[in-house]
């Protein structure tokens, strides 16, 4: 019998709408600010120059490197004239998969996955005298059905190019893709035939001088019911002091360089301050990164929520065409809570769009307009994704505080050496990584049990840079005395006397142990913030720094490639519920530590947990397992992840509404929950797809929640009836069924491995491993 979380999966959904051949774009032409704001039709040829070409090797390196990658970043690929050009190139075709139908077998041959070693080769270069058999299979005939190119490209200066462009669309029944960067796994920067709205060529940034105010006499000094007073007077309920205006082309490298460099590095300001945003600095700071939730690994989440919680005024188009802006005006302070709970979001409209910026009056919303629902708009736009409710043209983020240095916290393995005989001794190996994943997991979501405060532990965060293996480096970044407190915790855990007595019981030699109190080690490098780690920082690995920026990481590359694995799994990031660690913490230590030393998957955790419980306004689309989850995890053997979904739901009434699981900010167009009717089995990839859709729970639910997706559907019929804004993995759009030998390990560049059984007699390797560079990713 199947429960009732079939009817969205079953649910009548649309695909993007596509521009005909007689569609008048001159008329579109002949209303845009200027010539070069409108480009296209879609050049296959500069396609390829400027967007694949770059990752094609001259040579192949006689040692690929830790990563294997051809050195392309999106910084380099952002602003090229085509405006094509994506973080994944394979997402230039349908679900960001290589198109494989018969007849096309001449795309490059390079391994992303080497069968014989176990190991990723390189999913970022094409390997030397691929890329002409590569263009051929994309211009022939065969492939064009599969393409996923838009039919032209606006790259608006103004407000009115974007309201233009949204009635273009909307008289003409084309769907509207939007692209800051093009940071999306699932490629829904971009879709067949649509008019692509590119944000970052031109569009303000307001990252300059000015674009950040200090709100302690806002009530005086700024006009009652603007953007400003409006978001200031929700972060003084806060208990925030500033604001950062971002705009809708802006970047993290703008917003991050606006607060610690411009700002902060002035000596005549007295005050300073910090942003929570992305680890990657070209991920956009008003696209799909807030719009998904926002993952701030990097910029102390922990301590004060995600992306959305940030957010204190929004100023976008919505599908009619109409520009609003829009925040909270009236909120409840919730005993227990950081943020105070949303009851009211007021909202204005702009009818002088095709005025200067300084002319714009907005006013109260009349005609159709006046039926805008702004609660639902705030609701929909923070956690339900992005490109689906319009294009935010600008927003305010909250400020914070100045936290203190950045301490980039590292274990030293390196202290190991000379104990390498002590790697096939399983006893005192498992019992090492045990005593370390209990410390982790105690000193992040336990903290009383390591004699750390709150504040101190909220203060270590990880986007996906620490590894729960003790032999692999890792790292976190803490800010204040947060990174000092975790050596001092681990050295007191591990030399308390219920650790030495289980690792003398397994026999770790005593001089092994005396060693292990030095695992941390204050760090060799610190810096006054995120932002100035990676602008300034000399240590900074070239591959990674692009003159001078904010660190661009995921680089580009040829798949969407998520903790070691082509991101066609459904298991990039498992959610593991707060609750779990807390009823269940020695069984989950346990199984993670089997699953660290014998299944092989991802060691890195992104540690999640902290303050985002307590600082959700209440109204906002995250799922209730993110926002109440204590870390996600990369989990990519299906046993495996069955045994973690016994722990998370084995009491659950499978009748009830599924909370979500998966992370719409790192995930796949193929994302698929466990199964419906059993929520501790995972959803099988050897199913073909089109069973996986019929057993498996929807990749919608799975995503936001079923309660949250039913009510972001409902809207989503009320602010887009006509379906202009439709994006893969996006409300409303339809997730294609795939022929099986899509899922054949031996088949195209978009095929991932076959799972192997546990061998949990095998030794492991804990001497090798690979440590990810941060990545906070969707665009």
């Known amino acids: 019998m199947l429960s009732s979380h079939a009817i969205s999966a079953q649910a009548t959904v649309k695909l993007p709408l596509e521009a005909s051949d007689d569609t008048p774009w001159q008329d579109l032409a002949d209303v845009v600010s200027s010539p070069d704001v409108l480009t296209g039709p879609t050049d296959l040829n500069q396609w390829y120059e400027q967007c694949v070409d770059p990752f094609e090797l001259e040579e192949i390196p006689p040692e690929w490197n830790d990563f294997g990658y051809a050195v392309v970043s999106n910084y380099d690929l952002l602003n090229v004239t085509s405006g094509l050009c994506l973080d994944f190139v394979s997402c230039a075709f349908q679900n960001c998969i290589w198109p494989t139908p018969e007849g096309i077998d001449s795309f490059p ?14 999913p970022h270069a094409l390997l030397p005298g691929t890329g002409d058999d590569f263009l051929a299979a994309v211009l022939s005939e065969e492939a064009e059905p599969f393409h996923n190119f838009p039919a032209r490209v606006v790259n608006p200066r103004v407000v009115a190019d974007i309201v233009h462009a949204v009635n273009f669309a909307r008289t003409n029944e084309i769907g509207i893709t939007v692209k800051v960067n093009g940071h999306s796994y699932f490629g829904s920067s971009s879709a067949r035939k649509t008019l692509l709205v590119k944000m970052s060529t031109y569009y303000p940034k307001y990252d300059d001088l000015g674009s950040l105010m200090e709100c302690l006499d806002y009530e005086t000094e700024l006009e009652e019911d603007s953007a400003n007073y409006m978001a200031c007077a929700l972060a003084s309920a806060r208990g925030k002091n500033a604001i950062l205006r971002v705009g809708g082309g802006s970047f993290f490298d703008h917003a991050y360089r606006a607060v610690s460099v411009t700002w902060n590095q002035n000596p005549e300001n007295a005050n300073k301050y910090h942003l929570v945003g992305g680890g ?29 919680d940030q957010v204190l005024h929004l100023e976008m188009v919505l599908p009619s065409g109409t520009h609003v802006r829009f925040g909270p005006s009236e909120w409840d302070e919730a005993p227990g809570m950081i943020t105070p709970q949303t009851t009211q979001v007021t909202g204005f409209c702009n009818y002088q769009w095709e005025m200067p910026e300084e002319d714009w009056e907005w006013t109260e919303c009349t005609g ?4 805008i629902d702004f609660d639902e708009l705030w609701f929909a736009v923070r956690g339900g994704g992005g490109g689906t409710w319009g294009i935010v043209t600008s927003l305010h983020y909250q400020l914070h505080d100045y936290p203190g240095e950045l301490y980039l916290m590292s274990n030293q393995p390196g202290i190991f050496a000379g104990y390498e005989e002590l790697a096939a001794d399983i006893n005192a ?58 050596i001092e915790a681990w050295a007191e855990y591990i030399s308390g006397d219920e650790q030495l007595a289980a690792l003398t019981a397994a026999g770790a030699p005593d001089d092994f142990i005396a060693i292990l109190p030095t695992l941390f080690q204050l760090p060799e490098l610190t810096a006054p913030s995120y932002a100035d780690f990676g602008i300034f920082s000399s240590s900074f690995d070239p591959l990674w720094n692009h003159q001078g920026r904010i660190p661009d990481n995921p680089k ?55 303050a985002i ?30 045994r973690y979904y016994e722990l998370f739901y ?48 929807a990749q919608g639910e799975n995503f936001w929640g079923t309660e ?43 095929s991932f491995p076959k799972e192997e059984s546990e061998d949990e007699e095998a030794v492991p390797d804990v001497a090798v491993a690979r440590q990810e560079s941060p990545g906070d990713g969707e665009d």
């Open 429 to 486: 190996v498992y019992t090492l990584t045990l005593l370390y994943v209990r410390f982790a997991l105690g000193f992040l979501y336990q903290p009383s049990s390591m004699n750390v405060t709150e504040a101190e532990s909220r203060g270590c965060n990880s986007a996906k840079t620490f590894g729960l293996n003790p032999f692999v480096p890792t790292t976190l970044f803490c800010y204040g005395s947060s990174g000092p407190k975790l």
């Open 556 to 610: 580009a590359s040829l798949v969407p490639f998520i903790d070691g694995f082509p991101s066609l799994a459904d298991s990039t990031n498992t959610h593991f519920p707060l609750r779990v660690v807390e009823e269940q913490f020695d069984a989950l230590t346990e199984l993670i530590t089997i699953d660290t030393l014998y299944a092989g998957d991802g060691q890195l955790i992104y540690a999640t947990g902290g």
């Open 613 to 642: 419980p307590y600082a959700d306004d209440g109204l906002n689309a995250l799922s209730p397992t993110r926002r109440f989850a204590a870390f996600q995890k990369a989990v990519n053997n299906e046993t495996t992840r069955s």
């Open 109 to 122: 041959d390079f391994p992303i996955w080497d069968f014989d070693t176990n190991q990723i080769r390189s």
């Open 368 to 371: 159709d307009d006046a039926d």
């Open 708 to 750: 949250n997706l039913a009510r972001l559907e409902t809207f989503k019929d009320v602010i887009d009836p006509d379906g202009i804004f439709l994006c893969a993995a996006g409300i409303g759009y339809s997730n294609p069924a795939v022929e099986d030998e899509t899922f054949d390990s031996e088949g195209s560049l978009g």
């Open 280 to 308: 990657a600095g070209s991920v956009s700071a008003a696209g799909g990164w807030m719009a998904s939730g926002g993952l701030s690994g990097t910029t102390g989440m922990r301590m004060y929520g995600i992306g959305i």
């Open 650 to 697: 084995s009491d659950a009434d499978m009748s009830a509404p599924f909370p979500g699981q998966a992370c719409h900010n790192h995930a796949h167009v193929y994302e698929m929950g466990p199964l419906k009717d059993d929520w501790t089995r995972a959803c099988s990839l050897d199913w073909p797809q089109a069973t996986r859709e019929e057993l498996c729970i």
